[in-house]
T-cell receptor
Framework: AQSVTQPDIHITVSEGASLELRCNYS??????LFWYVQSPGQGLQLLLK??????LVQGIKGFEAEFKRSQSSFNLRKPSVHWSDAAEYFC????????????FGGGTRVLVKP | DAGVTQSPTHLIKTRGQHVTLRCSPI?????VSWYQQVLGQGPQFIFQ???????GRGNFPDRFSARQFPNYSSELNVNALLLGDSALYLC??????????????FGQGTRLTVV
């Protein structure tokens, strides 16, 4: 069965500093990978996705992620964090054969210091 | 265009009661999935429906059931509520399931509290 691990439960970063969120997955084949962001009390917004091709994918709000098959990782990065980036971030893997069932990691809460 | 709409936004129920949550997908989308998000955890897959048929089910007890209507809206039903059912219930809308695993759009969720 597929699984997703986000090793960092909380990350605190200063505004303007860079951010990297880690994601490791377990899946038997080439996965579909996603990063979602959730503001308090809200639903999930898709930041970016990887299906195939270029392993560096660009998303919304200045985020990017890199798929590394050898490390089973899909880490999310942003060069310069804004206060509005404070939220919870979820990495997810999708099953290719079964439509859009998503398996999520436990999430990483990002706090932004002024 | 309206996004994914869920109702109600908040709900308080007593243990043992029944609850029905509703979801309307994005216009033109034919598949709906339901997820449960317990506080402090990532969402967990409950069901997927496409063209009124169940296409996938997560590891949830039979107290959880769902259905999809001809207009592609969906209901999630939970019987004999337990305190542990307290969670944010998210509905996701996609165009259709398939090998390309297209993007899922999520609603704002229904916050269910069981007391």
């Amino acid at each position: 069965a597929q699984s997703v691990t986000q090793p960092d439960i909380h990350i605190t970063v200063s505004e303007g500093a860079s951010l990297e969120l880690r994601c490791n997955y377990s899946y038997g084949a080439t996965p579909y990978l996603f990063w979602y962001v959730q503001s308090p009390g809200q639903g999930l917004q898709l930041l970016l996705k990887y299906f195939s091709g270029d392993t560096l994918v660009q998303g919304i709000k200045g985020f990017e992620a890199e798929f590394k098959r050898s490390q089973s990782s899909f880490n999310l990065r942003k060069p310069s964090v804004h206060w509005s980036d404070a939220a919870e971030y979820f990495c997810a893997v999708g099953e290719r054969a079964a439509g859009n069932k998503l398996t999520f990691g436990g999430g990483t809460r990002v706090l932004v210091k002024p | 265009d309206a996004g994914v709409t869920q109702s109600p936004t908040h709900l308080i129920k007593t243990r043992g009661q029944h609850v029905t949550l509703r979801c309307s997908p994005i216009s033109g989308h034919k598949s709906v999935s339901w997820y449960q998000q317990v506080l402090g955890q990532g969402p967990q897959f409950i069901f997927q429906y496409y063209e009124k048929e169940e296409r996938g089910r997560g590891n949830f007890p039979d107290r959880f059931s769902a259905r999809q209507f001809p207009n592609y809206s969906s209901e999630l039903n939970v019987n004999a509520l337990l305190l542990g059912d307290s969670a944010l219930y998210l509905c996701a809308s996609i165009l259709r399931p398939g090998p390309q695993n297209t993007e899922a759009f999520f609603g704002q969720g229904t916050r269910l509290t069981v007391v």
